[in-house]
T-cell receptor, first 111, second 117 residues
Framework: RKEVEQDPGPFNVPEGATVAFNCTYS??????FFWYRQDCRKEPKLLMS???SGNEDGRFTAQLNRASQYISLLIRDSKLSDSATYLC????????????FGTGTKLQVIP | DGGITQSPKYLFRKEGQNVTLSCEQN?????MYWYRQDPGQGLRLIYY???????QKGDIAEGYSVSREKKESFPLTVTSAQKNPTAFYLC????????????????FGPGTRLTVL
């Protein structure tokens, strides 16, 4: 089992739709979780951290489920500009010791 | 403006040559990281540094070397021992790497695309 797994997609959704991605992780001791967005041939950019209580930033909601060992990202009212690859990142208790990126989920928002 | 810079943006190397990729940050972050990304693959950690004059190997350190003589700078040398150096190289920094949550949020530079001819 991979340490961090994501469905590569692509997820093709119409503008205005709601879409959700999951990311599963294998190390139950993982402590820090993040979602990044990466546009084609660009660097990843931090979208949001994922906290145990869940967090929301505008149209984006991230949640953590420790019991089932996954994090999720929900995008509401999808925009064309949301088209990108979404990477999940999982870090160990002492973050610098283990940083694992998922391979990403590609989202394509269609007019 | 605070941020991370990498240079050059594109780099071409002949086989057998060593090349050094630059990474500078003015965010006053303690931790810095180097990753490589290959097409269709996730980022893989090459080296990381928690503090000046200290660095640790990541998952794929063979054929690479780093230094951390200044807080702001973390250059990566791709040596001739690296068998498949053609990739997209990304440098990142975080406040530190020993805490949780926001302290581990990594911010990336624009990357260097290295091609071996």
């Amino acid at each position: 089992r991979k340490e961090v797994e994501q469905d590569p997609g692509p997820f093709n959704v119409p503008e205005g739709a709601t879409v959700a991605f999951n990311c599963t992780y294998s190390n139950s001791a993982s402590q820090s979780f993040f979602w990044y967005r990466q546009d084609c041939r660009k660097e990843p950019k931090l979208l949001m951290s994922v906290y145990s209580s869940g967090n929301e930033d505008g149209r984006f909601t991230a949640q953590l489920n420790r019991a089932s060992q996954y994090i999720s990202l929900l995008i509401r009212d999808s925009k064309l500009s949301d088209s990108a690859t979404y990477l999940c990142v999982v870090m160990g208790l002492r973050g610098y010791q283990k940083v694992t990126f998922g391979t990403g989920t590609k989202l394509q928002v269609i007019p | 403006d605070g941020g991370i810079t990498q240079s050059p943006k594109y780099l071409f190397r002949k086989e057998g040559q060593n090349v050094t990729l630059s990474c500078e940050q003015n965010l006053n972050h303690d931790a810095m990281y180097w990753y490589r990304q290959d097409p269709g693959q996730g980022l893989r950690l090459i080296y990381y540094s928690q503090i000046v004059n200290d660095f640790q190997k990541g998952d794929i350190a063979e054929g690479y070397s780093v230094s951390r003589e200044k807080k702001e700078s973390f250059p990566l040398t791709v040596t001739s021992a690296q068998k498949n150096p053609t990739a997209f190289y990304l440098c990142a920094s975080s406040i530190n790497g020993g805490g949780t949550g926001a302290y581990n949020e990594q911010f990336f530079g624009p990357g260097t695309r290295l091609t071996v001819l």
